[in-house]
């Protein structure tokens, strides 16, 4: 990723015993200006055989895209069409079992936060079907917005760079769902002669 021009033990002369804060010089690629990241210390030791090692608290790996819900309804009634995107519902079974968007699968985010780090042996036996490609697009969603977008994150750090979050969840999909069979339903009825 990015390296410091100093070493370790100069950055330590000068800054021992306190928090050690400093700014690495990059160029962006796009715009070709120089900009500043924020670099952390982490120390691995106390005492005269002390390290600290810096990490970086910026993400270079690409943003998820966020999902409305024409997006999703699009996703769930024709799959077909869209043979490199799954659905993902983050939500607990007992949650997943009482309603769920058509063609999702589930794969908990709270029990189970570490699944598509498993091995495909043990992420079938432990979910029922067949772990999900890197190449494919994971769509996330959850009750309302926060699970998805942890799991989202979360799979990130597992080499899936193709995401989605359906931030809206499953509550912007039964509203919007319940508003369209109301309006059907108001359609379908006759209206009484007085």
């Not at 990015?2 to 950055?11: A, P």
């Not at 924020?38 to 005269?48: S, T």
């Not at 999900?132 to 799979?155: I, N």
Request: aromatic share 12%; charged share 25%; net charge neutral.
């Amino acid at each position: 990723m990015f390296t410091l021009r100093q070493s370790t033990r100069q950055i330590l002369g000068k800054f021992r015993g306190n928090l050690i804060r400093s700014f690495i010089t990059r160029t962006n690629p796009i715009r070709g200006l120089n900009t500043f990241q924020l670099v952390k210390p982490l120390r691995l030791a106390y005492g005269p055989y002390s390290q600290t090692r810096f990490y970086s608290v910026l993400s270079t790996s690409p943003q998820a895209k966020l999902y409305k819900y024409e997006d999703v309804k699009e996703l769930a009634s024709k799959p077909e069409s869209h043979p490199d995107s799954l659905l993902i519902d983050v939500r607990e079974p007992v949650e997943f079992h009482d309603g769920h968007i058509p063609n999702s699968l589930n794969i908990p985010f709270k029990s189970s936060p570490g699944a598509l780090e498993l091995s495909p042996e043990d992420f079938e036996e432990n979910f029922g079907f067949e772990k999900p490609s890197k190449e494919k697009e994971l769509v996330f969603y959850c009750l309302g917005g926060v699970r998805s977008t942890a799991a989202e994150e979360l799979a990130n750090t597992f080499g899936y760079e193709k995401r989605g979050n359906y931030v809206g969840s499953w509550e912007d999909w039964v509203a919007r769902e319940n508003a369209k069979g109301e309006k059907q339903v108001e359609t379908e009825q006759p209206q009484a002669k007085l």
